[in-house]
């Protein structure tokens, strides 16, 4: 288990090495991402540096009882809640709340574990939001979430969150060259998606191909602030789009787009995922100031959440033009 954490993790696990080193372990975390980014691995290997028997170079051993039985979820001061059925009833945070009392009588560590944490009832979270605003001394909760949006504000207010960061864009990169893809078109696809098959698959589609051109151009427009930007949208834009799920992935690339000449301006080149456009945004970041970048891709953001909200789709896109071109 340390090495699969290890490997996926490295950062958070030497972070968290530190931080149990200096006894600054946080009695609440919610870790947030997406499936397989390592949560649980990191929760559990948390509880064994808690509880193993023979730390090895600040390393849980893995060879030792409590080493084992934590990995199988199986150790008794280790709990984990799992929904039950659909979700995780307030009977079962009442169950840990009446466990924590005990255990603080008897002054010994316990971990809790709460996986799915988004499926607690509100009454399951009004419930544990007790326990979080006074703590045990020796007792540590970790809140397992793919969204930390989907927890209540005032639970999530209470922990210290801990975000788990995807599948390393740069291994999936080259993972899709040598499956065959264009270097140009693989940085690009690792910045679109996480997921390889997904990414070969747009990289076969030629909807994808031309949604990268057509919005190429329309970022070039807005940065000429050329009135015509806003003709783009009726004229190039709309033909193609056919419908809201679309217009999102053209504004997921133009987002793309803007950050490449964000990253450039502030002379961060190696993150930039365009690379075959570095001379043409390094002409743009002379006469553009971040403030003004920055502006620009809030507009877009709004005109993303504005078709969520099903604000038409013309009328979205020819507004972040207008915006984008004062
Ligand atoms: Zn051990």
Redesign the pocket.
Known sequence: MTNTVLRQQPELVELFQHTIMEKRLGHAYLFEGSRGTGKQEMARWIA?MLF????QNNQ?????N??HRIAAGEFPDVAEILPDGQSIKVGQVRELKSELSKSGMEGSRKVYLIHDAEKMTISASNSLLTFLEEPQSDTYLILMTTSKENILPTIRSRCQIVHFQTLNKQVLSETLIAKGVQPENAALLAAITNNQDEALELNQDETFHEAKKKVWRWFQLMMAQDPQAFLFVQMDLMEALKDKKDAQFYLDLLLLYYRDLLYTKYQNQQAVVNRKYMETYENLAVGIRHPEITRQMESILNGKKRLDANVQLQGVLENISLENTL
């Open positions: 064994q193993c028997e023979d730390l849980p051993c893995q060879r030792c409590h080493c």
